[in-house]
C-alpha cells in the first residue's frame, strides 16, 4: 500500500502541527532504507532529498510516498561520472516521524540504530541494498589449471555505510530474522577525498542466495528492477550449476630422494 503523505495546511504555520504516526507498510519501509543511504533531511526541519544516479529508482520511491515532486538533475561531486538526480519534498510532520525512528540530519558517519518493525525489515533492508549496497557476481576460474570445467558463479552482496555501529546494528537483525551471520570488513581511506574508513557486511554465495530470496519475496514489490535482475538471473545460473570433485593429479616419475 502506497503511503500518501499529508500536505501541510496553507493556514497553520509549520512547526505548529501535531505529531504523526505513520502506519508501515512495506512501500514505507522501502523508502525509509533509501532515505537512510542515500537520504537527506535539512536542518530546517521541514525539507528531505533523496538523490540517485538512476531515475527508475526516484520514480519508485515518489510512488511509495505518492509524491507529485520533480526530478530535478543535481550537481555531481568531483569525482561522480553518472549524472545525478533529487527528488526534493516537504512535509514536516513525516520529517518529524523520520527523526523518532532514528534519522536525522547529518548523519552519514554517525547513524546507528533505527526503530524497524521486524515485519517490514526485509523492505527496509531492499531499500538499503538498492540505495547504497551492491549484488556482485563474477566467474571464478582459479582452479581450471587442475580442470578446465572448474569455473562456478560467485556471489556476494554487501551493505555498506560510513557508520560502524550501523552496520553492526544491520547485521544483528539479520542474524536474528535469519540466522545468516555474514562478515563485517573495514575498508580504510585510500583516496586523497576519503577521510574516514567504510564499513560493510558482506554475504558470501550461500547466504546471499538465502538473503536474496528472503527480501524478494515476491513478484510486485518496490525495487531498483536492474539489481533485481542481476540477483534472479545470477541465482538462476548457480541453480544450474553442479559442484565437481576436485581430483588429485597422479605425480610419475619421482626424484628417487623423494620416492621414500
Known sequence: ????????????????????????????????????????LSGDGRHMTMRSSDIQLLKTFKQCLCLNNKIARSKNDGWATKPSYRVQFTRTQFYRWLLKIGLFPAKTYTIGELKIPDKYFRDFLRGHLDGDGSVWTYKDRWNTFKNAKYVY????????????????WLKKNVSKLTGLNGHIWERKPS??????????????????IKLL??????KDLPCLE??????????????KE??????RAKINNLHPALSD
Open 1 to 40: 500500500m502506497w503511503v500518501r503523505l499529508p500536505p501541510c495546511p496553507l493556514n497553520m504555520p509549520a512547526y505548529k502541527l501535531p505529531d504523526k504516526d505513520f502506519s508501515w507498510t512495506p512501500e514505507l519501509a522501502y523508502a525509509v532504507g533509501l532515505l537512510t543511504t542515500d537520504g537527506n
Open 226 to 239: 536492474r539489481k533485481r535482475k542481476i540477483a534472479l538471473q545470477t541465482m538462476t545460473i548457480i541453480s
Open 242 to 247: 553442479k559442484r565437481r570433485k576436485y581430483t
Open 153 to 168: 558463479t560467485r556471489l556476494w552482496v554487501r551493505f555498506i555505510s560510513a557508520s560502524k555501529n550501523h552496520i553492526q
Open 191 to 208: 583516496r586523497s577525498y576519503q577521510t574516514t574508513s567504510i564499513w560493510e557486511v558482506k554475504f558470501a554465495k550461500k547466504e546471499s
Open 213 to 218: 530470496q528472503w527480501l524478494y519475496y515476491k
